[in-house]
């Protein structure tokens, strides 16, 4: 059978030879109207067109997509990417599902080479690098030196993985972060395999994976558990996508920034709503936008709530492709498919939209955004007086300057002196603070004090794919620390500085253009090459800082140039985190705080102690771009790029297993065999109604797979923390919850355990919850095992934007350990969702307008849910009653969050992984 049922495919002549591909044009021929559909549909039509065998993908799959419509729809899609992206702390899990998927199959007596990944995958260290070592021309090195000695069994795994998987590679640590080695170096734009040419898509295991929607490349970031299954050769199914225009028009005006531009356009989409939605972006701004800048568009996606904010292929793009070193046959290849098969962009295309939002670029501000969420914009004049605000709505605190509090306490205006805190003299009592006014901590290290107070910056990070990928602002970024250099300034001493390029290439044109001097003159030394900020590694606070914050309980900041801020994310001690440009990062480490006008106070004072302000060291667009023409070039990239699989002598040193079967060691705390396949029944059993759960948490909005599965640090005190030093492990070799995520026993005793969750069921903040039958609170993971003892299943309650964040499929696998059965939430996040799904936990939704509050829920009922026994159906509404203490009765209807059929097999299978293997055994 042939599977081009449409008769559609044609041979493309190009310079490299004759290739077939799927003709989007003889669609169009035959009547279709594809000129009017958007570009990103056109790629899924064209998916299906070629994936098409009439079992996975039908011709149901094909009309779907070519009878797109702007409207909302609820049917779903299949989607076979060419390729899958991973980074370690979610791609170790995944391979290490895939290593126990092997493991299961041999003990079942079927061939376990037949487990392997059926389309490529590329596998980036990149998220295990800390910054415990900043400010230093040494810090680089100690850092990967600490990250190999944290880290050697998981590289170890992933070394053994690439050996005995095909179709595997790794790169390993310190080369770059996995979406801007994605953007720079692994993306083609269009790919050929096997005589046939195809638009090069793919899928993440990091949400930040539509960064590369900048050079044109269809991705999107999906869990672990999804990634898995395309990488087996399962479709990814999905419901059809709206698809809204972002339309920009004009030019980023002088001093404003291509982060200030995507700041605000987080901004606009969160405030429509992009959920689980397409944005495709057109008109004439786009002309003024290079791939960086968009691609900083891009990767804020998962910010912005939408699934992927993609930019066709055009003029730009190939300019882009050149000066990244792609090779002219590939340049010219992408050029000429995409012409014929219209997916080229020409600015003259009528293509309906779902709705279409407009931004003027000339309209943009500086912009920063903060405290706890990216889209919470801030203009950069309006800084200072929003940090009042929430200093005084957030945290109850009355702003008092910190020269006016410390001239105050200086002529004993205080009731106490200034609480002082010394690191040589730790047993030093500390006088009680003011009362509700903003606190200030006078702080000695050897013969130097400083005043630390509310608003303090304590951490500057230039940070992440997101801005690291834009020559512009970084080689801005050295220009205002040259600038500043020159009026004698340099960063406050209780600012903790770093560097962390998302690639080599980014080092070497700073070098050629002698900036990285000047970045080091202001302590921003290279600390290393991967997500350092973003992911919690931030590494810990100088002792005298962290003692300060601590026991005076500072509402500290940081300023990144990165793209998460949420609670607890950056660092535990920091309650305060602000997104903004590279360039503001430097001046605000200059200036130290953040409750400062930089529009019109000085930054600092020079050594004359004449004022510096922001404009004077501030640099003009054409010095930026005479630096940019001078130093960056394709020979930078082929540079960075020849051996970036080859690895430092650690990575090639590493001894690594012979078997095709992983050895699996007992002893481990970072690599276990996965517990969701063994002894797995041929076939799953009968769906069950839910009976007599009670509520583990009942939390409110916003609740982010960070505060359902952290990825940074923890303490013994902690439920993981505890498990680790009852098998030996010392506290200094904890590291964090995100290289642990090999080790199921590790990371359910991590889930829920974020220390700024609020469970409304619990008195205390953080992990804990209360045993219901008792009325005793105990952490979440103690819970869960004394329910599980009682044959009590377990249910989930919260709110809007439910698994908001990061696509962490621990977030999904711990709730599933824990013995949850269903969440009930207003909304949620896309990727979760999903996840959520792929582990078999229901996610069921409120009908509009109702919600816990509403129906009057405490989290104290025990919930019995039916409907799902018999006849469950995609979306399915099913009946859920809620018994009070007292015996009263709360009934009412939720929707069954199963999008589709297959999404039913999954649930019924009790995950995607459990599916694919009894699929695979049946065929065996």
């Not at 899958?84 to 376990?112: C, H």
């Not at 003259?348 to 931004?359: A, G, K, P, R």
């Not at 945290?395 to 010394?422: D, M």
Request: hydrophobic share 35%; aromatic share 10%.
């Amino acid at each position: 059978m042939t599977n081009d049922i449409y008769q559609i495919k044609k041979l493309l002549n190009t310079k490299n030879g004759t290739f077939t591909y799927y003709s989007l044009a003889e669609m169009q021929k035959k009547g279709f109207n594809i000129e009017k559909l958007p570009f990103s549909i056109r790629i899924l039509l064209e998916n299906v067109l070629r994936n098409y065998d009439d079992f996975a993908i039908t011709r149901e799959s094909i009309e779907t997509i070519l009878n797109w419509k702007p409207e909302p729809s609820d049917k779903d899609i299949p989607f076979k990417p060419a390729r899958v992206l991973m980074q370690d702390f979610t791609g170790v899990p995944a391979v290490v599902d895939i290593a126990s998927l092997r493991a299961e199959v041999a003990r079942k007596g079927k061939n376990p080479d037949e487990i392997n990944p059926l389309i490529p995958v590329d596998l980036v260290i990149d998220h295990s690098v800390q910054v415990d070592y900043f400010g230093t021309q040494y810090a680089y090195e100690r850092n990967m030196d600490e990250e190999y000695k944290r880290n050697k069994e998981r590289y170890q795994f992933l070394k053994w993985a690439q050996q005995s998987f095909s179709n595997f590679s790794v790169v390993p640590p310190g080369m770059g972060i996995c979406h801007q080695v994605n953007l720079e170096y692994l993306s083609k734009g269009v790919i050929e395999r096997n005589g046939e040419l195809f638009p090069d898509t793919l899928v993440g295991t990091d949400s930040h994976t539509p960064m590369v929607n900048g050079i044109g490349v269809i991705a999107w970031g999906v869990g672990g558990i999804e990634a898995e299954a395309a990488i087996l050769g399962q479709p990814i199914y999905f419901i059809m996508p709206e698809v809204i225009g972002l339309k920009l028009t004009g030019k980023i005006p002088l001093g404003s920034t291509a982060t200030d531009m995507v700041l605000t356009i987080a901004e606009l989409l969160r405030k429509y709503g992009v959920v689980g939605k397409f944005v495709e972006v057109f008109g004439s701004g786009l002309d003024n936008l290079s791939v960086p800048d968009r691609a900083t568009i891009g990767n804020m996606s998962p910010e912005f709530g939408c699934t992927v904010t993609y930019f066709p292929i055009d003029d730009k793009t190939l300019e882009y492709m050149r000066l990244s070193n792609r090779s002219e046959d590939q340049v010219k290849l992408v050029e000429d498919y995409c012409k014929a098969n219209l997916l080229w962009r020409t600015g003259n295309e009528d293509i309906t939209y779902t709705d279409v939002l407009e931004l003027d670029l000339s309209t943009i501000e500086p912009t920063v955004s903060g405290p706890k969420r990216p889209q919470d914009k801030i203009l950069l004049k309006d800084f200072k007086s929003t940090f009042i605000d929430v200093l005084h709505k957030s945290f109850g605190r009355k702003y008092i300057k910190p020269q006016q509090l410390t001239q105050w306490f200086a002529e004993g205006g205080g009731s106490a002196p200034i609480p002082v805190v010394t690191p040589m003299q730790p047993e030093t009592k500390i006088e009680e603070k003011i009362e509700d006014g903003s606190k200030v901590v006078a702080v000695t290290v050897g013969q130097e004090q400083f005043m630390l107070s509310d608003g303090s910056v304590v951490v500057a990070a230039i940070t992440s794919c997101t801005n690291t990928s834009n020559p512009y602002v970084m080689i801005g970024a050295g220009l205002v620390a040259r600038k500043a250099r020159e009026h004698g300034l340099n960063v406050k001493p209780w600012v903790k500085t770093s560097l962390a390029p998302g690639s080599k290439v980014v080092t070497d044109y700073l070098i050629k253009a002698d900036l990285l001097d000047d970045f080091e003159s202001m302590k921003f030394h290279v600390v290393g090459y991967g997500c350092t900020s973003c992911i919690g590694n931030s590494g810990p606070l100088p002792s005298h800082i962290a003692k300060a914050i601590d026991e005076h309980e500072l509402v500290v900041a940081s300023v990144l140039s990165g793209n998460r801020n949420f609670e607890a994310r950056i660092h535990p001690q920091i309650k305060m985190n602000f997104l903004m440009s590279p360039m503001l990062v430097v001046a605000y480490a200059i200036a130290g705080r953040v409750d400062i006008d930089l529009i019109n106070e000085p930054i600092s004072y020079d050594p004359n102690q004449q004022p510096v302000y922001l404009k004077d060291i501030w640099p003009a667009d054409d010095e930026i771009n005479t630096v940019l023409r001078e130093v960056l070039s394709p020979q930078q990239f082929a540079d960075s790029y020849g051996t970036i699989f080859d690895g430092n002598e650690i990575w090639q040193n590493l001894e690594i297993p012979q078997e095709k079967i992983y050895v699996w060691d007992d002893n481990s705390t970072y690599i276990k065999d996965a517990p969701f396949f063994k002894d797995l029944p041929e076939n799953p059993q009968p769906l069950k109604d839910i009976e007599n759960a009670n509520v583990l948490l009942s939390l409110g909005d916003s609740i982010t797979t960070d505060h359902i599965s952290p990825a940074g640090s923890y303490n013994e005190t902690s439920a993981a923390g505890k498990y680790l030093l009852e098998r030996g492990v010392e506290k200094a070799d904890f590291n964090s919850y995100g290289s642990r995520r090999g080790h199921d026993e590790v990371m359910i005793r991590g889930t829920f355990a974020n220390v700024r969750i609020k469970n409304l069921i619990a008195d205390k903040e953080g992990g804990y919850t209360k045993f219901l039958p008792t009325g005793e609170e105990m952490s979440v993971y103690d819970a869960s095992v004394k329910y599980k003892e009682a044959h009590i299943p377990l249910v989930i309650l919260a709110g809007k934007e439910y698994g908001s964040g990061s696509s962490r499929d621990w977030a999904a696998k711990g709730t599933f350990l824990l013995g949850v059965k269903a969440v009930l939430a207003e909304s949620y996040e896309r990727i979760h969702r999903s996840n959520l799904v792929g582990m078999g936990v229901l996610p069921l939704q409120y009908k509009p307008g109702e919600n816990a509050a509403s129906l009057g829920l405490t989290g104290k009922e025990q919930f019995t849910i039916t409907g799902i026994a018999n006849n469950i159906s995609p979306l399915k509404e099913v009946d859920v009653t809620a018994v009070k203490e007292n015996g009263d009765k709360i009934q009412f209807k939720a929707i069954a969050r199963l999008d589709s059929k297959v999404e039913i097999e999954y649930y019924r299978n009790e995950g995607i992984l459990q599916y694919v293997l009894r699929q695979f055994l049946q065929k065996a």
